[in-house]
């Protein structure tokens, strides 16, 4: 139920405040309609990890990270955006990032630790749900990740 979902992500938010306390986290809310997202809480939970750790490990001044929540445009898919405003991915990267072990600048990420695994992990689990994944960015200025999942139109 899209309450549940807007819940658990309240509560992994909470989570990293708590762990990230120079970190602003704001929570987007549009409006939603009461539909059924169909994935399991540990999933869902799983991907925000994945996404939040990137977008607190890849930030640098700015430690402030958004993530948004609506629903597309014809009410099929439920859409949640992280944004930070950190180093930023070049252009001719942001496909690759969703590969295994793909990192982007290797000296630059090796600091960071890390495998090149979470995102491709991200990937796997949106689209087992026949959902889909992309990134924006701008190089300097942050980064955009976005994941949609298919809604259930409630019957009522
Ligand atoms: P792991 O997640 O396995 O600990 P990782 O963070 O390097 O390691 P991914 O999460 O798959 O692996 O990300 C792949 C690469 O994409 C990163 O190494 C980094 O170069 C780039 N990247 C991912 N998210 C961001 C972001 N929010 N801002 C800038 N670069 C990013
Ligand atoms: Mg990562």
Same mark, same amino acid.
């Given at each position: 139920?899209?309450?549940?979902?807007?819940?658990?992500?309240?509560?992994? *938010?909470?989570?990293?405040?708590?762990?990230?306390?120079?970190?602003?986290?704001?929570? *987007?809310?549009?409006?939603?309609?009461?539909?059924?997202?169909? *994935?399991?809480?540990?999933?869902?939970?799983?991907?925000?990890?994945?996404?939040?750790?990137?977008?607190?490990?890849?930030?640098?001044?700015?430690?402030?990270? +958004?993530? #948004?929540?609506?629903?597309?445009?014809?009410?099929?898919?439920?859409?949640?955006?992280?944004?930070?405003?950190?180093?930023?991915?070049?252009?001719? +990267?942001?496909?690759?990032?969703?590969?295994?072990?793909?990192?982007?600048?290797?000296?630059?990420?090796?600091?960071?630790?890390?495998?090149?695994?979470?995102?491709?992990?991200?990937?796997?689990?949106?689209? #087992?749900?026949?959902?889909? *994944?992309?990134?924006?960015?701008?190089?300097?200025?942050?980064?955009?990740?976005?994941?949609?999942?298919?809604?259930?139109?409630?019957?009522?």
């Amino acid at each position: 139920h899209s309450t549940l979902l807007i819940k658990t992500l309240s509560r992994i *938010i909470k989570n990293f405040e708590v762990i990230h306390e120079n970190f602003t986290f704001e929570l *987007i809310e549009h409006k939603l309609k009461n539909s059924i997202v169909q *994935i399991s809480e540990n999933h869902f939970e799983q991907i925000m990890i994945i996404l939040l750790d990137n977008a607190v490990k890849y930030s640098d001044e700015i430690q402030k990270v +958004d993530v #948004s929540i609506e629903e597309d445009h014809d009410h099929e898919m439920v859409r949640i955006t992280v944004r930070d405003y950190g180093l930023g991915i070049p252009e001719e +990267d942001l496909s690759k990032i969703f590969h295994r072990f793909y990192r982007v600048d290797k000296a630059r990420s090796r600091a960071k630790g890390g495998n090149g695994l979470g995102l491709s992990i991200a990937k796997q689990l949106v689209e #087992s749900y026949e959902g889909d *994944i992309r990134a924006t960015s701008e190089l300097g200025k942050g980064t955009s990740i976005t994941f949609s999942l298919p809604m259930i139109k409630d019957a009522i």
